[in-house]
């Protein structure tokens, strides 16, 4: 994990009807972070099937799509001078190198328009991005999704078959140092069943659990 250098991030503006009814202080953005391999992206797509009432961002990366991702749908893969560009211009609300490569990025103007559309905004981002956000909006919603314990996410991460494995020593060390970031976290959510994870995060978010496709 590395942290970029990268100015104090600037807020989106988050107005009053940026909040939503249930109570003044709500916020309609909530970030989704966790060790590698604890079921965000799993937690995350299951939202994106069942509650289209969530606004899901897409994050702009550096890395290269795997088989089955689509641009625009999993991320916007995009080149490394491209994401500069996006970074010079002050155009990502934050980003991050994760797992020591890649870069991963949140575009401010996509969030900045769906919340201008009143929508309920959820961030799937790693911990240095959300750090980052934590600054720029400490009015937002932070959970952490934690693994039911330490052995199911060593399961996870080698069972997903997607990291060789000196990569995936190097993921369970980063792992350690995030899950210790655990109290820096508004709310904690255990994925023991992606469903009950999904409903719990979408409940913490203000919107009804049972409210769903
Ligand atoms: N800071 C930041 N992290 C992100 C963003 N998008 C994805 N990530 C994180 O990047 C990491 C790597 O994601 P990915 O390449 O899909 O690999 P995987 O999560 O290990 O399957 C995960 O921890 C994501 O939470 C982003 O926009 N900003
Ligand atoms: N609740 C769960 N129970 C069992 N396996 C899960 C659960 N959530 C996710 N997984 C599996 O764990 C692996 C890692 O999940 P993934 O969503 O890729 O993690 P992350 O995005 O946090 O790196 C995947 O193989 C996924 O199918």
Do not use: C
């Amino acid at each position: 994990m590395t942290t970029p250098d990268v100015p104090a991030a600037r807020p989106v503006s988050l107005r009053p009807e940026h909040r939503s009814a249930a109570g003044a202080e709500r916020p309609r953005v909530t970030v989704l972070a966790g060790p590698t391999a604890v079921g965000k992206g799993t937690v995350s797509q299951f939202i994106r099937e069942h509650y289209p009432q969530v606004w899901l961002s897409v994050s702009a990366t550096t890395r290269q799509p795997r088989p089955n991702e689509r641009e625009g749908q999993h991320y916007f893969f995009v080149e490394p001078e491209h994401f500069d560009e996006l970074v010079s211009r002050d155009q990502m609300l934050e980003w991050a190198v994760v797992h020591g490569v890649n870069r991963y990025g949140t575009r401010r103007d996509t969030v900045q328009r769906a919340l201008d559309d009143g929508q309920h905004v959820l961030l799937e981002i790693d911990l240095q991005g959300a750090r980052q956000v934590r600054q720029a909006m400490p009015e937002a919603t932070f959970v952490f999704l934690s693994p039911p314990n330490w052995d199911e996410l060593v399961h996870r991460l080698v069972g997903r078959g997607t990291e060789s494995p000196e990569e995936q020593r190097r993921r369970l060390e980063t792992a350690r140092m995030e899950l210790a970031a655990e109290p820096e976290f508004d709310a904690v959510v255990v994925n023991d069943t992606v469903e009950r994870a999904a409903r719990e995060l979408v409940r913490i978010m203000g919107l009804d659990p049972d409210d769903h496709l």
